[in-house]
């Protein structure tokens, strides 16, 4: 399958840091340090995002505050850290660093987590009241991808997206949202449009939203002293948000 999306690379790890403070925990569920932010009522229509970070992992402060986000909005929020504490954040400024050769065996040990803290969180949080609706970005993507190929997901989002390739999006049952930059060297205007183009064969209903003026990075990451950045990283998050309320309300 040809690759829509590439490895992360060192402009991944450009950031401008945001401030506020997080209202999450963190617990362990599956052995995996998970920040959990929301309402956990059982007896409420629950529902649950599943956030599957990029590559400074779910404790970074700017992932924390947009989970926080969603959860003053009537989400709980669970987010693993794949990273087990060791995301790229630590490596900002360390010479001779090489996103990609961290990135591989993160990779390959986040495959190898995901599968039984997804059960794991099934177990403890699932009722006849539950619906799940899942986001990742960059790193994160293809976690998402796994879980719109299945039943048990509402719908799914992504941003700026990395490790993504055709069977991703041939495979995608569920509603899915793409939330893009204009100038994006992980997943390029030409692969997103053959991404959207998968997702019409498969009449797979879906939503493309490009801002202009950003790069891979802006919904996360992006310079909130900047009004264009700070605009689309702020419409970015509301998106995703109205296309979960789409489809679990």
């Known amino acids: ?16 840091e945001h401030t506020g403070t997080a ?3 963190i617990e362990k569920i599956a052995g995996i ?20 970070a990029d590559v400074y992992g779910p404790i970074f402060l700017n992932s924390q505050l947009i989970m926080d986000y969603w959860a003053s909005n009537g989400y709980l929020v669970l987010a693993p850290d794949y990273f087990e504490g060791d995301a790229a954040g ?3 400024g360390t010479p001779g660093f090489i996103m990609r050769d961290w990135a591989k065996p993160k990779m390959e040990k986040a495959v190898l987590m995901i599968p039984p803290w997804l059960k794991a969180v099934r177990e403890q949080y699932d009722s006849t009241n539950t619906k799940w609706v899942t986001v990742g970005y960059c790193f994160g993507a293809p976690f998402v991808m796994d879980c719109v190929a299945s ?4 719908a799914g989002a992504l941003a ?21 930059a204009e100038i994006d060297h992980t997943f390029p205007a030409m692969n997103r449009r053959r ?18 003026g950003v790069t891979h990075g802006f919904a996360l990451r992006g310079n909130v002293n900047d009004p264009i950045a700070r605009w689309a990283k ?6 995703i948000l109205s296309w979960f309320d789409l489809f679990i309300n």
Not at 34 to 50: C, E, F, H, M, N
């Open 234 to 239: 702020e419409k970015s998050a509301e998106g």
């Open 23 to 25: 209202r999450g925990t």
């Open 160 to 180: 700026h997206p990395a490790y993504l390739d055709e069977g991703h999006f041939r495979r995608a049952k569920k509603p899915l949202l793409l939330s893009c």
């Open 151 to 154: 039943d048990w997901i509402s």
């Open 90 to 92: 630590k490596y900002v």
């Open 1 to 16: 399958m040809a690759t829509l999306a590439t490895a992360p690379s060192n402009c991944c790890i450009k950031t401008v």
């Open 33 to 52: 340090d998970t920040y959990i932010v929301g309402t956990a009522d059982p007896q409420d229509s629950r529902k649950i995002i599943l956030f599957f």
């Open 195 to 212: 991404a959207v183009d998968i997702l019409v064969e498969n009449k797979t209903k879906y939503h493309v939203q490009v801002f202009s």
